[in-house]
């Protein structure tokens, strides 16, 4: 073998280092968010965004949807033995119906056999005009959602067909704030749209479901939250939307496990957050936050059920395809680094 100067040794066991160094995770701060295609500048929105189709080409809003982040889907499966509760847009036609069912493997013949609640536009408005501009609500109730209700202790899981405006993490976060708790849920729209309507739909069909009536602080928190997160996600440069997920996940934690109910308070939890995730907002962006956090905090929610949803979005983004192949071709970098290392 060669023998090597101590400056040559030095430079090798930096590189190491730096190598090494690349291939550590980021803490708990990657979390998940989910693929969707760039849908294009013809799109709009329901309260959805829609694309082909004669009937789906009419202007009904216009929010702007950006996308890129990991698939963080729970590929959930629902059958009919497991007595689902369905909450339909009630603006769906025949055909979009059918699509809609057969996305959440449901035979559409076999409709009759579930109980089903319908989501109006009427009631999108309700719950969003506070928070958007009308004309990006829209006119139709497009989405869809079927749910399960799981053991205690299984946490919310969600899967999306045709959603490119709400993620999986988003629907998590507004769901848990809402009170949902233990359950299989399947969002599907009959062409990509936002998903708006469908947390509307989850409410009801949950409310249906255990019989307990639609808190509306908790929809009202709900849909606040999912709004903000959207566009804080639209908003902060150096984040994709799981990251973002993560990012209101944490400041829910720490509003709620510190019993944080004043502005000042709450408003001190962003700005650690954002240092601890190296993210920026505007005052304006803060002050938003920062009266969802408020209304959050003076809900009746379960800590310990935040606490495992903030985990499982972490877990999520660990185990899924895009970071494992990513720390994969780190290791095996550092693998060929080493093989090659006495090779000079």
Request: net charge negative; charged share 25%; hydrophobic share 40%.
């Amino acid at each position: 073998m060669k023998k090597r100067s101590m400056k040559k040794w030095l430079a090798v066991l930096l590189t190491a280092m730096t190598v090494c160094s690349l291939a550590m995770p980021v803490a708990a701060e990657e979390v998940e968010g989910e693929i969707t295609e760039d849908t294009g500048a013809d799109e709009v929105v329901e309260g959805e965004i829609t694309t082909e189709g004669e009937e789906d080409s009419q202007p009904v809003g216009e929010i702007e949807t950006e996308t890129g982040s990991v698939n963080a889907d729970d590929n959930v499966v629902i059958t009919a033995d497991d007595k689902p509760y369905l909450a339909l847009g009630e603006n769906l036609s025949a055909d979009q119906q059918a699509t809609v069912l057969g996305l959440m493997g449901i035979d559409a013949a076999n409709l009759g056999d579930y109980n089903v609640v319908y989501i109006t536009n009427k009631e999108e408005h309700q719950y969003l005009d506070e928070y958007l501009p009308s004309e990006k609500i829209g006119t139709r109730a497009l989405s869809s959602v079927v749910i399960v209700k799981r053991e205690k202790g299984s946490g919310l899981n969600i899967s999306t067909k045709n959603i490119n405006y709400c993620t999986v993490g988003m629907y998590k976060n507004a769901l848990a704030t809402a009170g949902l708790q233990d359950a299989d849920i399947i969002v599907a729209g009959p062409t990509p749209i936002s998903g708006t309507a469908a947390l509307i739909g989850a409410m009801k069909a949950y409310s249906q479901m255990t019989g307990e009536p639609v808190d509306e602080e908790s929809l009202d928190a709900a849909m606040n939250e999912i709004v903000v997160t959207g566009e804080l996600s639209d908003i902060i440069a150096n984040a994709d939307d799981g990251e973002v997920e993560e990012f209101i996940a944490y400041v829910k934690q720490k509003v709620l496990e510190g019993g944080l109910k004043d502005e000042g308070s709450i408003r001190k939890c962003i700005e650690d957050a954002l240092d601890k995730y190296d993210f920026s907002m505007t005052d304006d962006e803060k002050n938003e936050l920062t009266n969802v956090l408020l209304k959050i905090s003076k809900l009746d929610i379960d800590v310990d059920s935040l606490l495992d949803q903030a985990k499982s979005l972490y877990d999520q983004i660990k185990n899924s395809d895009d970071a494992q192949g990513f720390f994969a071709r780190i290791f095996q970098g550092i693998r060929d680094f080493f093989k090659n290392l006495f090779n000079w």
